[in-house]
């Protein structure tokens, strides 16, 4: 049983279609390792249940022609599932049962792949370690008491501790690609636009895009070439041929164009960082790609940029939690007593700071001031990456400026803790496709990850790259099941 | 330039959330360290810069204005904390 939680998806939905395997077999399996996993607090909500009746389905009618046949996944509980509770980490919304379902997770659903459950985040993905759920923290897999990252904290932590076979996340500002980092996993942002927005409880619009995480590169191109689609229930979705990206994998890499961006050599970065840049920067040349260096001066405005923009459209899109039609409701002597009430006891203290900022910088007086000028800046910092892509295909850099870091460690200082996002944020900020692949480990054996950033639409050269890369690193996760009941 | 009490007072009632005196405090701290970090963009001159509203660069798209879902009424009122048969339901809101 224990083995078949360690497959790679691609190796799964091999099995399965070779029959060596039933869908059963494998829901059974995640099942089981979900259900002895409980101290990593991955979960939010459980669907073991209903997962291994449908999985019984698949095998009484299988269609082996889907991309994922059978194949049991937890999803981030930021993806709203049709009759199945979806909290986004929030206690406003711990009651929450909504009656439509996500286009990103109907895409999977579609292709074959079942609902095993609802994994935990960071309150309504604010966060860099998952100490903003409402739900708990979540243990990294790595070692007791560390963070997995955030926002996508709890699947990170299900995938690297194989109670997942794959996970979807959500990425504003790093929240796929940064705890991909902190486990020892892979984790993708695509280009805004490529996966809808529908049914994804909204953070900030401009920034919030969906993505996979896995365990290796190919299973992540599995995954993307499902849940990327064209949706007209999104504005902003994007009409542009996807490739298939799986089947167009390649480790061929030669001659491709990679920059090497000097201001990511930030102050007081780790030595340990610094030296995995030049390993990796080693790999890729081993690979076959030419290494340029390459500027992109408005890098330090980033962050500062991002805590403007995303607060902003996060206060305006938290406006709808009211108590009237639906989640928590604390009872009031008026309606506006009611709603500041509701307001006050539902979102956590995260995610009221992020409100008052957001609400601040919109404020009368204050609007050209903070959030015009933070438009600017992110035209600027758009356009230092539309430069750099004149020269280079895509963009090497670390994913974080440290490994995962100890519970508790960082959450009473917010402003440290926004330092975590600063190679990442960057990347949501001019819409790019990143991915973040393990590449090393630091001094206490935490992993370490590299990012690669694409041109826009073009998360196949980032897939690639990747790809070829990892088969030079090959990273392997040390995990002792130490959580294991 | 430091946010006061006084100023985290009025945010907070524009975003309707109901503050203790206690926390209105510490929030004052936190924000006024979150803004000293976000000075920095002050560093740029940015007056002949378009701002960027939106990274998707495509035209809103239209659509035709008919009904699309079926009577989903009670789907709709399913999840609302107090309602009756028709309506969500608030405090009385006249006198």
């Given at each position: 049983m224990t083995e078949i939680t360690s497959l790679s998806l691609f190796e799964l939905i091999e099995n399965i279609k070779e029959k060596k395997i039933s869908s059963n077999e494998v829901a059974k399996s995640f099942v089981y390792r979900s259900e002895k996993s409980k101290k990593l607090n991955a979960y939010v909500t459980e669907n073991f249940e209903n997962c291994l009746k449908l999985s019984k389905e698949f095998d009484n009618k299988p269609n082996f022609d889907l991309k994922l046949p059978g194949i049991p996944i937890?999803?981030?509980d930021l993806f709203c599932t049709n009759e199945v509770r979806t909290t986004a980490g929030s206690n406003i919304l711990n009651n929450f049962v909504p009656s439509y379902e996500s286009t990103v997770t109907q895409n999977i659903w579609?292709?074959?792949?079942i609902l095993l459950g609802k994994l935990n985040c960071d309150e309504f993905a604010m966060g860099?370690?998952?100490?903003?759920?409402?739900?708990?923290?979540?243990?990294n897999p790595i070692a007791k008491d560390l963070v997995p990252g955030g926002s996508s904290g709890g699947s990170s932590s299900a995938l690297a501790a194989n109670l997942t076979p794959v996970t979807i996340g959500t990425d504003t500002g790093g929240s796929i690609r940064q705890p991909a980092s902190f486990t020892g996993t892979v984790g993708l942002k695509p280009t805004y636009g490529s996966c809808s927005r529908y049914g994804i409880v909204a953070f900030a619009s401009s920034l919030d895009q969906a993505g996979p995480m896995s365990k290796?590169?190919?299973?992540?191109?599995?995954?993307?070439?499902?849940?990327?689609?064209?949706d007209k229930k999104d504005s902003t979705s994007i009409d542009f041929k996807r490739n298939n990206y799986s089947s167009e994998l390649t480790k061929?890499?030669?001659?491709?164009k990679i920059g090497i961006p000097k201001e990511y050599r930030v102050d007081g970065m780790p030595d340990e960082i610094e030296s995995l840049w030049k390993k990796g920067i080693e790999y890729a040349k081993d690979c076959g790609a030419e290494i340029i260096d390459i500027s992109l001066p408005h890098t330090?405005?980033?962050l500062p940029t991002y805590y403007i923009v995303a607060p902003a459209e996060a206060s305006s899109n938290l406006a709808r939690y009211d108590g009237v039609k639906y989640g928590l409701r604390s009872s009031g002597e008026s309606l506006i007593d009611m709603y500041e009430k509701t307001r006050s006891e539902g979102f956590g203290e995260e995610v009221k700071r992020r409100i008052m900022i957001g609400t601040y910088v919109l404020s009368s007086g204050y609007y050209d001031a903070y959030y015009l000028k933070a438009q600017k800046v992110r035209q600027l910092i758009k356009q230092d990456f539309d430069q750099a892509y004149n020269k280079v295909d895509a963009i090497l850099t670390p994913s974080t400026p440290s490994s995962a870091f100890k519970i508790g460690e960082k959450s009473n200082d917010p402003v440290s803790m926004y330092l975590n996002d600063i190679f990442t944020v960057p990347v949501n900020l001019a819409g790019l496709p990143g991915i973040s692949i393990p590449a090393g480990t630091d001094k206490n054996n935490y992993p370490l990850g590299l990012q690669i950033i694409g041109k826009p639409f073009d998360e196949q050269t980032v897939l690639n790259i990747a790809y070829s890369m990892e088969e030079k690193i090959n990273y392997k996760n040390n995990i002792t099941d130490w959580w294991m009941e | 330039m430091t946010i006061d009490l006084k100023t985290v007072k009025h945010i907070s009632k524009l975003a309707r959330i109901s503050l203790e005196e206690k926390k209105a405090e510490k929030l004052a701290n936190d924000m006024n360290s979150i803004f000293e970090f976000i000075e920095k963009l002050n560093e740029l001159k940015t007056e002949n810069v378009e701002p960027l509203t939106s990274i998707a660069e495509t035209a809103l798209r239209f659509r035709e204005d008919k009904i699309t879902s079926d009577n989903i009424r009670e789907k709709i009122l399913k999840n609302s904390p107090e309602k009756n048969d028709d309506f969500?339901?608030?405090p009385k809101v006249v006198e």
């Open positions: 937890a999803v981030k579609n292709q074959g792949g860099s370690s998952n100490e903003t759920s409402f739900f708990g923290n979540v243990q290796d590169v190919k299973d992540s191109s599995i995954l993307l070439e499902v849940i990327s689609s064209f061929n890499i030669k001659g491709i330090s405005y980033a | 969500f339901v608030v």
